[in-house]
């Protein structure tokens, strides 16, 4: 096997890194914020644009 990439057992540690709160992870929580509100304004962009076609109801079929 080649170890070109990096390895899971690394991405482990860097994980645990973050989680344990290291310094330079300490804005973890202020990027999910800041993302957060940006897919807001994302999406009451596409709310103001007016219905596309996969957000219009689709008729019920006919029973029987």
Known sequence: MKNDKKTTFG???D???RVNGEPE???FKSFFEQS???MA???EAQ???GPTSD???KKPKRAG
């Open 15 to 17: 994980y645990l890194r």
């Open 41 to 43: 304004q994302k999406n």
């Open 11 to 13: 991405d482990i540690h």
């Open 47 to 49: 709310a103001s644009e």
């Open 25 to 27: 992870d300490l804005d």
């Open 55 to 57: 957000t219009t109801p």
């Open 36 to 38: 957060r509100a940006l």
